[in-house]
Every structure is written in structure tokens, then in C-alpha cells.
């Protein structure tokens, strides 16, 4: 596992495999950033005209090698893009995220980096560490001994360059970029396993592991327990499939919490879409439809982890979607959790109806608010694309909140309505409610159908992460392919927030 520290050596004193510089796009060429003045000195001040040289332009993802001067400890110098100049050579976060993670990338193989990058303030320190930690990010789970053997491993150390002696700002952000990195790269894993290994049973008995190492209280309610409570939505959907679901709850709690907080994710393992099978071409990426669940699950114990002032609880609502003799039937009606029914007209519409269970069940415990993750909708990806997460809620004020909070965290996303006029294509003579409404709008139609599960007084916001949660092309700047961990960090913010008392 890769790690980050502080180190007040300059870059040219620092033994290491190679030392990581930024360039930028200036307005008249190739620009050096905050950090690289000692590697420019060894160059005589000619280290901008030697990358440019080389083909550098400062564009961001890009990556350009040479050969570390005489007197260095490292033989490698590794100039990496931030795009545009900043005035004031004042870089954003995400811009310092991306050239860290591409750095790491880079330098794959390698057992350690100084990183010579601009490191203005605590935040700076911050999103260097989580980009690096992020970039780094190779998932090996599933590749046997043999084949790790011919791999590169990644990147074993960075050490962050030219700090103050006794920087307690600087050591706390390493420390929280280290938490959000280790837990985002955790959630990775757990999109990236195969459902052969990830399952209802199997992700609840990682969560109960995980939750005594860090002194959670975690609750799993198995198809007993749930067939005893009522739990009509994700037995429904977990029916057809040999592998029963489960309901998992993992709690923290703070003495001096002011305000608590409740995260419900989507955990759906594998989503064949049941009896409305999903066409070809449709099902290989589907192991990543528990990623809302795995969110949760890291953001609980990213709280945890930091000793935020806040209760948090999270509720992973697990089951796989799978077509059979059993399995839940178009037309069937689902008695749900606190006695709602629903009648199933799709059941590749599932993921609502676990949802719907766990909000209910959350909501009995009167949180201050409810978010819940969700690789929930198709509509939502041809709506904001694949990079771009939409925010939902049942109060303006709130879906205002979590919005700048993603901002805040350098997560994209969008604030998205619930038009009330949506809600009739739901209504059905049969049931309280359908599954499905109307085929326009329908990422908007499975946010109102989650609103009449949450309780009158709390509030609540969806996040629908359908696009950004899995990476289907190259790998860029932080971004691996494959499970990338989005909604980690915009859910952490939250609770920081909430521990400050600002929801």
C-alpha cells in the first residue's frame, strides 16, 4: 500500500527514484510551478527550456521525463501538466489531485517519489496526498501470484517535499488525504471484485470484519430477519437468486455528536435485471451496481477513522437481481418495509425498491438527514454523462447543501429537480405506487419514487452516481479504470458538516 509523508529535505537531498515537478501552460509557453525551484537551480534555471524541448506544453495529464542532473540523489525527474497558469500561482485542488494521481501512474515500479509540487497551504497538502494515494491505485485481488510476479507494483512511498519542521496543519492534512484515499481505494476494490466473490453474505461479512477493527456497531439482517421484519423490497428483488440478501446497518457514534446523520446505499451485487433481463452487451459491468453501498460503507468508517463529532449511520441494502423460478414476476406487488406496496412493472427497476426498504428503516431512527448513493438510473447517465453525479431532495434548501458540499470535496456534480407532474406516471390501480412512471425524466421518476419512502421532518437527498461510479475507459489523473469511488468523499464532507452542526 502506498504512503505519504512529510519531509523537510529540498528534492535534490532527498534519496528517492525520481523527484516530481509541475509545469503549467503559461501565456507565453511552458511555465515552472511553485516547488520546482531547487530542480530548476540544478538545471541552471534552463529546466523549462529543456521540458519544452521535449515536447512539454503544461497540459494537464501530461507526463514528461529526464534525466535528473548531477549532484541529485534521485536519477529521475518527472514534470507533470496543471493545465492553464494560475494567477498568483494560486492551483485549484482538483488541478494539484490530477497531476499527483498522473505522477503516480507514472511511476509505477518505483519505491519511492519526492514530490516537488506546489504545496501553498494545508488543502494544497491535502489534495497532493489523495491524488497520489488515488493515482497509485492498482486492483491485483483477482491475479494469481505468477502474474503479480511479472507486474509492476505501484508506487510504494511519496514524500511530500520542502514542509516546515512541526507543521501540525500540513501533518492533518496528510492525515485526512490518507483516510479519504485508503477508503476510496477500499470502495475501488470492492466494485472492482467479481460477484462470484462479492455477495450479499460475503460484502455484510467484510463489513462486520472491518466494523470491529475500528469500533463500529454493525447489525446484519439475514432473509430470516428479513422476511420476519417485513422487508418486502429487497427480498423481492433478492428472490430469484441462490444468494439470499441482507440488510446491513454499521453505526458510529461520538459523545459530542450534535447532529447525526444517515447514508443508505444501493448494494445491488449483480444486476442481471432479473426477468426483464438486460440485453447483450448490458451485463459485463454489472458487479459495479453495489458502488452506492460500498460509498457508504467508506464514508462510515472515514468518520470513524477521523473522529468526526457526528453519528453516523449507514444501511447497505444488499441482493443480487437474478431471473429464475423464483424470482419476482412483472405485474407481482411487493408488500414493502412499513407497509407500503408496490407493484413491479420492470424489475430491472430494482434498485429503488431495496432503497425504499432501507430509507424507511433508517428513518425510524429520526436522523437529522437522510442521503442515500445509488448507481440508480441509465436516464441519469444520458442526462450528465459519465463523470458527472446528480444531486435530488425533497427540500431546495438541503439539495443546496449537499450540492456545494460535492463541490467543496471536488466531486462533479448537478442539482437536478423532482417535478411533481412526473409523479402521476407512477400511479397505478393495483398498488399505493408502480415501480416505473414515465420513460422521460425517468432518472427524476425514480428520485419521487424514493421521496414517499422518507419520513415527514427529515431531510433527504438522493444521489444518483450511475455514470461516475465506474470508469469504462482510460485511465486519467486519479481515475483508475474500473471502480473509482465516487461519492466517498462529498458523503464525508457531509459529516464533517454535520459534526460542526451546519446541515
Given amino acids: ?167 501540525k496543519a500540513a501533518k492533518a492534512a496528510v492525515e485526512r488525504g490518507t483516510v479519504l484515499g485508503e477508503e476510496m481505494n477500499r470502495t475501488r476494490d470492492l466494485v ?45 428483488v433478492g428472490t430469484g437468486s441462490a444468494r439470499p440478501p441482507r440488510l446491513v446497518r454499521i453505526g458510529y457514534t461520538h459523545p459530542k455528536a450534535r447532529q447525526s446523520l444517515a ?36 464514508a462510515v468508517v472515514s468518520a470513524a477513522r477521523l473522529g468526526l463529532q457526528v453519528n453516523v449511520t449507514g444501511w447497505l441494502a444488499l441482493a443480487e437481481n437474478m431471473p429464475s423460478g423464483t424470482a419476482t414476476r412483472p405485474g407481482d406487488v411487493l408488500r414493502m418495509y412499513g407497509g407500503k406496496t408496490v407493484e413491479v412493472l420492470n424489475t430491472d427497476a430494482e434498485g429503488r425498491l431495496v432503497l425504499a426498504d432501507a430509507i424507511v428503516r433508517a428513518g425510524e431512527e429520526k436522523p437529522d438527514a437522510i442521503v442515500d448513493v445509488a448507481t440508480l438510473t441509465g436516464a441519469m447517465m444520458m442526462a450528465l454523462g459519465a463523470r458527472t453525479f446528480a444531486v435530488m431532495a425533497n427540500q431546495d434548501a438541503f439539495r443546496d447543501t449537499v450540492y456545494a458540499a460535492a463541490t467543496a470535496a471536488g466531486e462533479q456534480a448537478w442539482p437536478m429537480p423532482l417535478l411533481a407532474d412526473l409523479r402521476k406516471g407512477m400511479d397505478t390501480p393495483t398498488a399505493d405506487i408502480a415501480n416505473m412512471g414515465e420513460r422521460m425524466g425517468g432518472g427524476l421518476v425514480a428520485g419521487l419514487f424514493l421521496k414517499e419512502f422518507v419520513a415527514e421532518g427529515i431531510s433527504w437527498a438522493h444521489l444518483d452516481i450511475a455514470g461516475p461510479a465506474y470508469n469504462e475507459g482510460s485511465a486519467s489523473g486519479y481515475t483508475p479504470k474500473g471502480g473509482t469511488g465516487s461519492a466517498v468523499r462529498t458523503l464525508v464532507q457531509l459529516a464533517e458538516q454535520a459534526a460542526e452542526g451546519a446541515l
Fill in 1 to 167: 500500500m502506498t504512503s505519504v509523508s512529510l519531509s523537510t529535505s529540498a528534492a535534490n537531498a532527498l534519496r528517492a527514484d525520481a523527484v516530481v515537478v509541475a509545469v503549467a501552460k503559461g501565456p507565453k509557453g511552458l511555465v515552472l510551478a511553485p516547488g520546482a525551484e531547487t530542480v530548476d537551480e540544478a538545471f541552471d534555471g534552463r529546466l523549462a527550456a529543456l521540458l519544452t524541448t521535449l515536447g512539454a506544453t503544461g497540459a494537464e495529464g501530461e507526463a514528461v521525463k529526464l534525466p535528473a542532473p548531477a549532484g541529485f540523489k534521485s536519477p529521475l525527474v518527472l514534470a507533470v501538466g496543471l493545465g492553464e497558469a494560475a494567477e498568483a500561482d494560486q492551483y485549484a485542488a482538483e488541478a494539484l489531485r490530477r497531476a499527483a494521481g498522473t505522477a503516480a501512474r507514472t511511476l509505477q515500479g518505483s519505491k519511492k517519489a519526492a514530490f516537488a509540487l506546489p504545496l501553498a497551504d494545508a488543502a494544497a497538502v491535502e489534495a497532493v496526498t489523495l491524488g497520489a494515494l488515488l493515482g497509485a491505485y492498482v486492483f491485483t485481488a483477482c491475479r494469481s501470484e505468477a502474474d503479480l510476479a511479472n507486474a509492476k507494483a505501484p508506487l510504494g512511498e511519496v514524500a511530500l517535499v520542502g514542509g516546515k519542521r512541526g507543521d
Fill in 192 to 236: 472492482n471484485l467479481p460477484p462470484n466473490d462479492l455477495f450479499p453474505k460475503s460484502f455484510a461479512d467484510l463489513v462486520t470484519t472491518v466494523g470491529k477493527e475500528h469500533g463500529l456497531k454493525v447489525e446484519v439482517l439475514d432473509e430470516k430477519a428479513l422476511t420476519k421484519g417485513g422487508f418486502g423490497g429487497i427480498l423481492g
Fill in 263 to 298: 447514508f443508505v446505499g444501493k448494494g445491488i451485487t449483480y444486476d442481471s435485471g432479473g426477468i426483464s433481463l438486460k440485453p447483450a452487451g448490458h451485463n459485463e459491468t454489472m458487479k459495479c451496481d453495489m458502488a452506492g453501498a460500498a460509498a457508504v460503507f467508506a
